[in-house]
T-cell receptor, first 112, second 115 residues
Framework: DAKTTQPTSMDCAEGRAANLPCNHS???????VYWYRQIHSQGPQYIIH???NNETNEMASLIITEDRKSSTLILPHATLRDTAVYYC?????????????FGQGTILTVHP | EAGVAQSPRYKIIEKRQSVAFWCNPI?????LYWYQQILGQGPKLLIQ????????DSQLPKDRFSAERLKGVDSTLKIQPAKLEDSAVYLC?????????????FGPGTRLLVL
């Protein structure tokens, strides 16, 4: 997998946008960027993924830089329930079909 | 749509005992994964099945861990004998395996404590 680098922790006020950065400077042209999150005592949950273009769904927006070396996950109106560990992953294509390698992730704490 | 089911949710055993975990993936999902998550770390892939065949088991400690997916649906992960360092959450995930666009859906996990 392409190596990803994320801040260890971040804070966000409830109702404000949470912007979680991720660096993936070694990503190759056919590798998607995936975001998952893990709320305490639960299994990871898929959030969003993208290749080149910005993506938006009901949970979040994903902004990928033009050179694809970094991306930002945006939770537009964070709630207390968004407190979780957020993982940015660039799964390797080719022979590692579908394999996700989780790093340490970013611990996002949303406070009142 | 029912999610990924796992049982048991919690298990406490003594070292050198055996333990088995069960996973029922989302209906129709061809790919099934087992992950190990040690406290404070991200999940680590142990084994990946495509239908009932093993795609990747490179990180499975084969001297003590085994897994099977009979009939390409349910799966069982076994540890025999367990060691203290096997204390972790064991997560099962499944996906529908569309090339490079697949989303993995995770179960709630089985929390194992080895004493």
């Amino acid at each position: 997998d392409a190596k990803t680098t994320q801040p260890t922790s971040m804070d966000c006020a409830e109702g404000r946008a949470a912007n979680l950065p991720c660096n993936h400077s070694t990503i190759s042209g056919n590798e998607y960027v995936y975001w998952y999150r893990q709320i305490h005592s639960q299994g990871p949950q898929y959030i969003i993924h993208g290749l080149k273009n910005n993506e938006t769904n009901e949970m979040a927006s994903l902004i990928i830089t033009e050179d694809r070396k970094s991306s930002t996950l945006i939770l537009p109106h964070a709630t207390l329930r968004d407190t979780a560990v957020y993982y940015c992953i660039a799964p390797e294509g080719g022979t590692s079909y579908g394999k996700l390698t989780f790093g340490q992730g970013t611990i996002l704490t949303v406070h009142p | 749509e029912a999610g990924v089911a796992q049982s048991p949710r919690y298990k406490i055993i003594e070292k050198r005992q055996s333990v088995a975990f069960w996973c029922n993936p989302i209906s129709g999902h061809a790919t099934l994964y087992w992950y190990q998550q040690i406290l404070g770390q991200g999940p680590k892939l142990l084994i990946q099945f495509q239908n009932n065949g093993v795609v990747d088991d490179s990180q499975l400690p084969k001297d003590r861990f085994s897994a099977e997916r009979l009939k390409g649906v349910d799966s069982t992960l076994k540890i025999q004998p367990a060691k203290l360092e096997d204390s972790a959450v064991y997560l099962c995930a499944s996906s529908s395996a569309v090339w490079n666009q697949e989303t993995q859906y995770f179960g709630p996990g089985t929390r194992l404590l080895v004493l």
